[in-house]
Nanobody
Framework: QVQLVESGGGSVQTGGSLRLSCAAS????????MGWFRQAPGKQREFVTS????????YYADSVRGRFTVSRDNGKNTVDLQMNNLKPEDTAVYYC????????????????WGQGTQVTVSS
């Protein structure tokens, strides 16, 4: 079992940057693929990025590739999402999630979820 807590959300203007962090409890963090998802008002939750157990493999949604970077520190049990060149369409609640399934892209594979952190990008 793992518990996840996100932090770092906030409000920025278009073109700005934010760094989200997800802290995980438990001693098995390094055995999980970690993912970030987001949900905008009135929309379904969508995949943003995932990172494999070692941190050596990542995958991004087309909408964020080249602007967002995911990283993890297995020694600190954290996974971060660096978001640059933010756009109004990035406005959403961002969720950190964990799965034992390697490089899962779909939310139904993820067993553990954080409470979410709000990101608002104004034009």
């Amino acid at each position: 079992q793992v518990q996840l807590v996100e932090s770092g959300g906030g409000s920025v203007q278009t073109g700005g940057s934010l760094r989200l962090s997800c802290a995980a409890s438990g001693r098995t963090f390094s055995t999980y693929t970690m993912g970030w998802f987001r949900q905008a008002p009135g929309k379904q939750r969508e995949f943003v990025t995932s990172i494999n157990r070692s941190g050596g493999m990542t995958y991004y949604a087309d909408s964020v590739r080249g602007r967002f970077t995911v990283s993890r520190d297995n020694g600190k049990n954290t996974v971060d999402l660096q978001m640059n060149n933010l756009k109004p369409e990035d406005t959403a609640v961002y969720y950190c999630a964990a799965t034992a399934t390697p490089m899962a892209l779909y939310e139904n594979y993820y067993n553990y979820w954080g409470q979410g952190t709000q990101v608002t990008v104004s034009s």
